[in-house]
Each structure stands twice: as structure tokens, then as C-alpha cells.
């Protein structure tokens, strides 16, 4: 009975165990993202200097905290498209009606919480399909946001945006240790909680999760509500960090968040996610933007190995899978 | 007599080491038309795959006009004139009677559209052959489930077929459309054609059968004219067998005096019927029928999986709107029919399927060590004795009869008051069967109450206590020690009608509050 209990490191690598699949999607990943950034570094020494290291990963911040939550809601075999409209309108909603950053945190996060909640009712309640759900959502913010700006959003940003979305406490950017601590939360409750095991079950099997007693409903509810707090929170950064207030802040980042939610590890089948996975993705689709200028390609270039990767990543996981 | 067109000569086949048909000699003839009998599992649809080409024998062969073939495909056996009507429906709703039964032919204009006038004559000339009435241009989704299967037979008839085998046409229709079926059977063999027809409903193949084979554990054990025979000479060759020392010994019935889970007039959402019926602690209750008679929608209703009227109680509370969660806190734990279905997580490992509905039991629900759930099923893997390599293994890896074992030990991590199990042996091997049966002996004798569900007459006589025989979402009648027999069972279920029994077998039913002295159903 020990021997089914006790596996070093070296040994999950090789079992054919679900923690050993996924420890090998993770290697690989990171393989793959040391083989770009070395790669790179050998044609552009420039590529490795603290200060364009330390740029992909402030750049990578605001994607990061949405992908954590579209992965969330991809292992419920669902999909956020709502979450780069949520990101606009929490943030040209909440900066332009107040001052004070906690009352345009707690506003811009209840934007969040509120289209995350009606994107959960009508997924989980109404039975409607996450994709018809999210994209009606994802219109209507559009449609208020405009309506509310007139097109042209108003409010000034506070410094202390600039600074959370830019600045550094000893040289390690601040909007990356508040995803380190939301990534480990994040983790926390997928891996740790019970509401973790029922949401990864629920992805793997809705029938069996249903009659082995687990809420189906509340879960896909409270995972739609993340993935709006979440991108509420990656809409502030954003907003902090390229320094004006748009209608269409976060533009891209739907499909993005998508791209490297599967690029991670997550399969649009559901069951399957994790968060190192999912931000490694997130980081590798950064680099590769970043690669793409330091290199001096044209930027419609970045487009052309985006989709190539997820082709890529795709193609690994099916081959995988069919093992 | 004529020549048979199709015929099994010496056939055997083998999944492994596991010989599902040995010898089997079997010839259908022009004009004449097959009963093909025998229990579940007893290799009717065995020898059926074999007969059109989808399983290759092991040994012997298959003879088609008296001239030996080797099919390799079911392709080659429609090509050359066998053409099967499966129980589960092909048809695609969403299109015409008349696209679906030329699906694979399509008549073509020369633009390469589909011809539509073509299609509209060869369907009415086709129906019109069959005798069958249907508008050609309806849309399958509209038509019944009768005249969806008319469909389906005028789809194996598009080629001349020489034989028709149908594999349980009436399982799933009403009196008056299985009347129907048989009159178009009846003038299909009349023009020729060869038929089989697999059934478990008695009374039909003395209606509309020339012959009749009997099968039971993979070999034919009588066969002959249709005269030759009545009910009790089919059932005696269907079942009658040794249970043998697979079943662990009974309860005595003078044990029940408890009543744990009680249903009142339990009405579902498929059935007019209303249950009523008591569980008494330590018994295991069966619940036999046939394929359709409302079991798995009986046990659906108790667990809350099923919209249903009428009361449940549950050791004499009432229990009130029921979902699968709370009638597992409340103590109802129930097993699944369709593992793969909803039962298992398939891509999850052992040890999560294990802990599936007790996730944090002996923790948090805030810290649940990484650990805790293989540590927690290391110990049902001893105890039930499951073969596996490693707990963090995807469950898809192991056996079924392995599977069924962590199934079975994850519903008593809920402690629960009553089991309900739909199939808990289907897919299971005679090995892991005999352990599981033991397993639930314990488990009655401990103190649970116990129902199982099960199309194996055999588990059925040789397992329960007591066991009430379902027919069109009723309890048809209750049977209890001496009374549990494969013959009195199969005469209750197969019956036409509750108010005229066939049968001279006497059938008693048992009033459950004769046995009870608690508060007797309402």
C-alpha cells in the first residue's frame, strides 16, 4: 500500500498518472518557453536585459489575472467571451464616475462580479450555451458602455494606478506580486478546496458530477463570477498601466485569454487546467509579442505565430490524449 | 424443405479467454421466420454481429444461399442481402422519411443535386411494396417511435434483402403499433423473405414465429417448428441452471420488520403508474423486468434524478424535494446504470473517482491535503480487493469489474441507509461478480436495505430476498422465497396484459403488509 502512496518527482514523470500527464504538459511548456527566450537572446543580445524582462512581465500582468479565470470556466467546459468588454466598462465606468481609487476598485470589481453573476444565471440556470451567454453580455456592456461615455470616456486616473500598474517594492513589479497573489488563491481553491474537486469533476463528467451529489449549478455560477471579477481587476491594470481611460481597453484579450488557456493545458472538453500551465502560456504568448519587436518583424507577424502556437498546442494535446 | 439461406455452421466465438458461442448451428429458410431466444448475455446479439459481418468468428462459419462466406464488414453482408433493423435507431431527425431511407443512395440530378422527384417516387414505390403508410416528405422528428421504426425497416429493405433480422422491434412500441409491425413482418415472409426476430416477450413469437432457437450461455440448447413448443418449454430452455455457489445465502424473511425506505404513490415523469412499496433493513429487494418496464425510472424518481409526484419517506420522514445531493446526506446512495455515462469521471484518476461525492470527508473543506484521497481509497482497494497499478491512474484504465468496485465503495464513504443499484454487474466478470454479490450480502446483513435492479434473472433469484416484477411502470407483482423463480419472474414480466396471465404458472403476490408490523402504505 505504501508503494501506491509514495512517488518522488522522477518517478510521476513516467507513471501515466493524471498528476504525471500534467507535470509533463508543464515541462513542456517550460521547454518550450526557454527555447524561445534563448533563442532570441542568441540573435538580440537586448533581449535579456532586466528592463525588457522585467517589461514582458508588467505586459503579461493583465493578461495573466483573465486567463486565470477563463481557465477556470474552460475546465467547466465553458468560455468567457465577455471578459475584454468587462474589462473596458469596469474600468471607463468606475474611473469615470469617481476619484478615489477604493471606491473605483470596489465599483469596477462589483462591474465584475455583477456580468459574471448574469453570465452564470443564464449558463447554469437558463441553460443557455456559455458561448450565446457570454457574447449576448459581452454586447450589451458594449452597447452601455458607449451609451454611458458618449464616446469619449471622462475621469482622470489617480497616480497610484500608474504606480500599481507599473511601479516596483524592490525592483519586483507590484502588479506581479497581486497576480502571485491571486495566481497561489487561485491554485489554493482548484487543487485544495472542495469546491476545487467539484469543478474539475463537473469538467470531467456534468452526469456523474450531478447524481455523485455535487451543486452543478453553483459551481458554473461561482466560476462565471470569477472570470468577471477577474478581468474587472485585469481591466484596472491595463488601464494603470498604458495610462489613459478607452472604450476599448482589453480589445483582444477574449480570444487571447482563450489562446492561452488551451496553449496551457486546458482542454475546451473540460476536466482539464492548471494554473502554472496556464501562466506559463500566458507568458510565452507575451514573449513572443515582445521577440516579434526586439527582432524587428513587422507586427502582423505576432498574429501569424499566435494561431500557428495554438495549432501547435493543440495538436501536442490531442496526440496526448489519444495515448 | 427448402435450403436456408443463412445459416451458422459449427460457430464459435471468443473474446479472449472468455467463449461467448461455441458451436452454434443455426438456418433461417425463405419464408420462414426465426425466434431467436435467450436470457441477457446469453449471445443472441453475439451471433447476430457475427451473422451480418461485424464480428469475425473464431471458428466455424457463416453460410449465405449454401455457399460459405467471410464477411469482413457489416457492408458486405447488407450487399449481399441481410439486412438488420438494430434496437437503437439510426434514423437523422432533422431530415425526411424519404432522405433517411435513401440516405445512402440519393438519386442525383445530373448537376449533382439530389434528385428530389426521383426521390419521391422510389420512396412511395419502396413504401407502397412494404405496405407501410407514411407521407415521404414528414420529418423523421414528427413521426412516432412506430413509425420511426417503419423508416428504419423500409431503410434495411432498400436493397433487395433475401433476410431481415430484427433485434427487439417491439420493445419499445404499444399493443396496437406492435400489431402493425407484425402484419407488415407477416407479408415480408409471406413474399419470401427470410426473417429473425429477437424477443423477449413470449406470447409475440407464438404470433408471428415459423421456428424458434433457443440460446442460453453461448450455445443453442433446443431448436424446431414453432408447434413443437409452449412458454413453459422456452422458459425451461431459456433458463434453468444451477445457481451454483456464486450467491451467498439468503435473509430469512422473518428478519424484515423494518421498514427503512418507504414510496407512496411515487409517480414519474414517463410512467401513468404509481409505486408503492417498502424496503426493509437488511433485505436486498430486486426489482426484474424488462428493457423498458420502468426500473431505472423507478430508482431515477426515489433518488431525486427524475421529476416525480408522490411521497417518499425514508425511515418514516418524509424526505421532501429530492435532488442526488441531498438524498445522499439524507442516507439514499444509488450506483448508476451507465458507468461511463454518469457514473464515472473518466479522465479522473481512481482516487478522485473514490472520493467523488465525500470530497472533504476527514478534512477541511478549505485544506484538503494532496494526499488525503489516495490515502482514503488505499483502503477500499484492499478491502474490496481491486486490481490497480497506481490510485492517480485515469479510472478509464481499469476493468469494469474493478471500476464497479471503487463505484461501489465510493457510495458507502456516504454511509448510506439504502443502496440503490441499477446493473451493479453489467460489464462485470464472473470473478469480480461473485465478490460484489458477497460484498452486498454483507453489507444487507449489516444493516443496510438494499435494491437492485437487474436484466439478469439469474443475479435476480440467485441474490434477493424479495423481488417485484415491473411491467409498464408498475409493480406487477411481488414474489418472496420459494416464489423467486427465472420461470415465475419471466411469466409476470412478458406478459401481455396484468388482467389475463398466459401462463398456468401460479403467480402469488405477496402483500407486502402482511410481512410488515409497522405502519402498513397508505
Known sequence: ???????????????????????????????????????????????????????????????????????????????????????????????????????????????????????????????????????????????????????????????????????????????????????????????????????????????????SGVPVRKIQMIVFVISGVLAALAGLFLVGYVG???????????????????????SLRGGKGSVAGVLLATLILVSLFNIVVILGLSVEFQLVIKGTLIILAAAVYLSKSRD | MSKAILAARKLSKSFGTNQVLSDIEFEVHPGAAVALCGENGAGKSTLIKLMTGLYQPSSGHIEFCSEKVNWRTPSEGIDAGVAVVHQE?????????????????????????????????????????????????????????????????????????????????????????????????????????????????????????????????????????????????????????????????????????????????????????????????????????????????LAQSIYGARAATGRVLLEGRELGKRTPSKCLSAGIAMLTEGRKTDGLFAQSSVAHNYISSTISKGASDFNIATDLAAQRSATVVAQFNVVVDDLGLPISHLSGGNQQKILLGRLLENQPKVLILDEPTRGVDVGAKAEIYRHLRALANSGLAILVISSELIEIVGLCDRVCVMRDGAIAAQLQADEISEDNIMSVAAADDSEQQPLDIEVQCVNVKSISSTQAPI
Not at chain 1, 470596489?106 to 458561448?131: E, K
Not at chain 1, 480589445?251 to 482563450?258: E, N, P, T
Request: hydrophobic share 50%; aromatic share 6%; with cysteine.
Open chain 2, 89 to 297: 435507431f439510426s434514423t437523422m431527425s432533422a431530415l425526411s422519411v424519404a432522405e433517411n431511407i435513401f440516405i445512402e443512395a440519393l438519386p442525383r440530378t445530373r448537376w449533382g443535386l439530389i434528385d428530389r422527384k426521383k426521390l419521391r417516387v422510389q420512396t412511395v414505390n419502396l413504401l407502397d411494396s412494404l405496405e407501410i403508410q407514411l407521407d415521404p416528405d414528414q420529418i423523421v422528428a414528427q413521426l412516432s417511435v412506430a413509425q420511426s421504426q417503419m423508416v428504419e425497416i423500409a431503410k434495411a429493405l432498400r436493397t433487395s434483402a433475401k433476410v431481415l433480422i430484427l433485434d427487439e422491434p417491439s420493445a419499445v412500441l404499444s399493443q396496437l403499433e406492435t400489431q402493425h409491425l407484425f402484419k407488415i413482418i407477416n407479408a415480408l415472409r409471406l413474399k419470401g423473405l427470410a426473417i429473425v426476430y429477437v424477443s423477449h416477450r413470449l406470447d409475440e413469437i407464438f404470433e408471428i414465429c415459423t421456428d424458434i432457437a433457443v440460446i442460453k450461455d453461448g450455445v443453442v440448447t433446443s431448436a424446431g417448428p414453432i408447434a413443437d413448443y409452449d412458454q413453459q418449454k422456452i422458459i425451461a430452455a431459456m433458463v434453468g441452471r444451477e445457481l451454483g455457489d456464486m450467491f451467498p445465502p439468503k435473509a430469512s424473511i422473518e428478519r424484515l420488520s423494518e421498514v427503512v425506505l418507504e414510496l407512496q404513490q411515487l409517480r414519474n415523469n414517463s410512467f401513468d403508474q404509481a409505486v408503492d412499496l417498502s424496503l426493509y433493513r437488511g433485505e436486498i429487494l430486486g426489482i426484474a423486468g424488462l428493457v423498458g418496464s420502468g426500473r431505472t425510472e
Open chain 1, 244 to 266: 489613459i481611460v478607452d472604450n476599448w481597453t482589453g480589445q483582444g484579450y477574449a480570444l487571447d485569454s482563450i489562446a492561452a488557456a488551451v496553449i496551457g493545458g486546458a
Open chain 1, 1 to 211: 500500500m505504501k508503494a501506491l502512496l509514495n512517488n518522488s518527482f522522477l518517478d510521476l514523470l513516467r507513471t501515466q498518472t493524471v498528476a504525471g500527464r500534467q507535470l509533463r504538459e508543464l515541462l513542456l511548456l517550460t521547454v518550450f518557453l526557454v527555447l524561445i527566450w534563448g533563442v532570441t537572446a542568441l540573435l538580440s543580445p537586448r533581449f535579456l536585459s532586466l528592463d525588457n524582462l522585467s517589461d514582458i512581465l508588467v505586459q503579461a500582468a493583465p493578461l495573466g489575472f483573465v486567463v486565470l479565470g477563463q481557465m477556470l470556466v474552460i475546465v467547466v467546459r465553458g468560455l468567457d467571451l465577455s471578459v475584454a468588454s468587462i474589462m473596458a466598462t469596469a474600468a471607463v465606468l468606475s474611473i469615470g464616475a469617481n476619484d478615489s481609487i477604493v471606491s473605483i476598485v470596489i465599483l469596477a470589481l462589483g462591474v465584475g462580479f455583477v456580468v459574471g453573476a448574469v453570465n452564470g444565471y443564464l449558463v447554469a440556470y437558463r441553460g443557455v450555451t456559455p458561448f450565446l451567454a457570454t457574447l449576448a453580455t459581452m454586447i450589451v456592456l458594449q452597447g452601455i458602455r458607449f451609451a454611458y461615455t458618449k464616446g469619449a470616456p471622462g475621469g482622470s486616473l489617480p497616480e497610484t494606478f500608474r504606480w500599481l500598474a507599473t511601479g516596483d517594492i524592490a525592483g519586483i513589479p507590484v502588479s506581479l506580486i497581486i497576480l502571485a497573489v491571486v495566481a497561489v488563491a487561485i491554485y489554493w481553491l482548484l487543487m485544495r478546496s472542495k469546491f476545487g474537486y467539484q469543478i474539475r469533476l463537473f469538467g470531467d463528467n456534468p452526469q456523474s458530477a450531478y447524481m
